[in-house]
């Protein structure tokens, strides 16, 4: 069974950083859409970053441009999401999240709707 796994969240100060790991295990598509997304109480479901396996090409909400960054390292099977200066509006649940559709264009990569296998969440806190 197809499976994400995050890890690395926690509580940090603001301006602090924090790494946050995707795992996929046994995920046998060859091209594929990696997307970080973040989910706050009350508010709706966020994409922050996303990165696609055929050319690495990677994409960023405004928000977190120049803050963070996201790469791939295909040995082990993981997506990295690096977070530097953190705000508290980046404060939520961060989940990673697969898709296999080759036609995703720079408009819907950072929607969750064409995303269809979801990790489990892993919770980042920022402190002002």
């Known amino acids: 069974q197809v499976r994400l796994m995050e890890s690395g969240g926690g509580s940090v100060q603001a301006g602090g950083s924090l790494r946050l790991s995707c795992v996929a295990s046994r995920y046998s598509y060859s091209h594929y859409y990696i997307g970080w997304f973040r989910q706050a109480p009350g508010k709706e479901r966020e994409g922050v970053a996303a990165v696609y396996s055929r050319d690495d090409s990677t994409y960023y909400a405004d928000s977190v441009k120049g803050r963070f960054t996201i790469s791939r390292d295909p040995a082990k099977a993981t997506v990295t999401l690096q977070m530097n200066d953190l705000k508290s509006d980046d404060t939520g649940m961060y989940l990673c999240?697969?898709?296999?559709?080759?036609?995703?264009?720079?408009?819907?990569?950072?929607?969750?709707?064409?995303?269809?296998?979801w990790g489990q969440g892993t919770q980042v806190t920022v402190s002002a």
């Open positions: 999240a697969a898709s296999s559709n080759p036609t995703l264009g720079v408009s819907s990569v950072l929607s969750p709707l064409p995303y269809y296998l």
